[in-house]
């Protein structure tokens, strides 16, 4: 049984990142308002992520780091690009591979709990002291599986993909503060937007992009057959020598697809050199049906039904905001 879960633990936390995003959205799930988080060596040494959100009770950590164990909803109407077909698998799966702990207080109560699991082996939870909400905790991972070891980077390369994967989540959820430290200093902060903000989505785009994206960015709204498009986009005279910064959400999730790179090239291709890429971050809106989320989920992939009409629509609207901003 330990063997399989270790070789599915492989499919869902390929590196330390992927640890991470399955960690934080746990926690954006729990309705957290803050997320903390520490990462030693890369992520080799230990990921901590601390939360604010709803807790867990001792019966509620038992039940969490078993596989196939969720608290929710399979609702066939939400697309959940980035987990599903790996519902209740991640803290299983981090469990198998590495040293796990999970320190937790319900909303509702006056206990903490901390709950073990090592290589697999589960701990009954334990009394604890905190003070609400959760953290998890974890050491040594790979420590089990040698083979998923040798293939870890450097830990600055492994800590810069875990940055990147915070960032996007910080850029689709403006509502809650993040941070990162590498345990000496913080190296991202992305504080609660003040409810004064005129446009939260925009703020928070300039705390990960840079202050003067704000300055620099048209504002992006089309839709075309059922597919909406919102986000920023900026000006050529802003632009980088990397096409790094171009980020794609789709239905609330960060996504990597080589579509958006072609379409941005297309729709700036009058404006800009070959060597400068611009800054910019849509999200997309799509029914459910749209999106096949049969391709590997911790990829962050998507194939949609309609790919062509996503790269128009994109094109279209960056070439229609471009144009209105006089250029
Ligand atoms: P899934 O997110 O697909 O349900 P996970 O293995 O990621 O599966 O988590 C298992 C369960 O543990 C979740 O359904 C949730 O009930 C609980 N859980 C995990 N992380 C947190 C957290 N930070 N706060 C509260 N509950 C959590
Ligand atoms: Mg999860």
Redesign the pocket.
Known sequence: ERTINRIAAGEVVERPASAVK??V???I??G?TRIDVVVWDGGRDLIQ?T?D????SAD?LT??VERH????LTDEDLVNIG?LG???????SIGSVAKLS?L?RAGDSEEAWIVRVEGGKKQPPEPAAFGG??R?EVRDLFYATPARLKFLKTARTEYGQISDTLKRLAMAHPEVSFSLSDGTRTTFKAPHVAGLEADPRLERLSVVLGRDFRENAVEIKADREGLQLTGFAGLPTFSRGNAQHQYLFVNGRPVKDKLLSGAVRGAYQDYLARDRYPLLALFLDVPPAFVDVNVHPAKAEVRFRDAGLVRGLIVSALRHALADAGH
């Open positions: 399955e960690l959205e746990n926690s799930d729990a957290a992520v939360d959100g709803c807790g867990m509620e039940l969490a164990a969720t608290s929710k987990s790996f519902r209740g698998e991640a803290l299983a999970i937790s909400g959760t998890i």
